[in-house]
């Protein structure tokens, strides 16, 4: 079965980029179709979805976060990636990296990471 795995920093400075990795392993993210998404989750505002990259490697992203949002894959090591350009305060959160098998809003995501919290302090 696939497995999913965040890795990253856990404290970021303000202003400063977040930059994420899922790492999959039972599965290529190329090979089948399917969406590999960034959600995070936050006390009071709950789940967020922030974009996806999917097996041939199109994005989309979050409309609220697009203008700062940046997901990417690496092939040869089967894992992408999140940046997250200029983040604040309200930007702390626990960040997922997800499986599903479409694009489409209200897609279940079947497989999840642990999650990695994200604490956004100066």
């Known amino acids: 079965q696939v497995q999913l795995q965040e890795s990253g920093p856990g404290l970021v400075k303000p202003s400063q980029t977040l930059s994420l990795t899922c790492t999959v392993s039972g599965g290529s993210i190329t090979t089948n179709r399917y969406y590999w998404s960034w959600i995070r989750q936050s006390p009071g505002k709950g789940l967020e979805w922030i974009g996806w990259i999917n097996y041939s490697g199109s994005t989309y992203y979050s409309p609220s976060l697009k203008s700062r949002t940046s997901i990417s894959r690496d092939t040869s090591k089967n894992h992408f990636t999140l940046q997250l350009s200029s983040m604040a305060p309200e930007d702390t959160a626990v960040y997922y990296c997800?499986?599903?098998?479409?694009?489409?809003?209200?897609?279940?995501?079947?497989?999840w990471g642990q999650g990695t919290q994200v604490t956004v302090s100066s």
């Open positions: 997800t499986r599903g098998p479409s694009g489409s809003d209200g897609v279940a995501w079947d497989y």
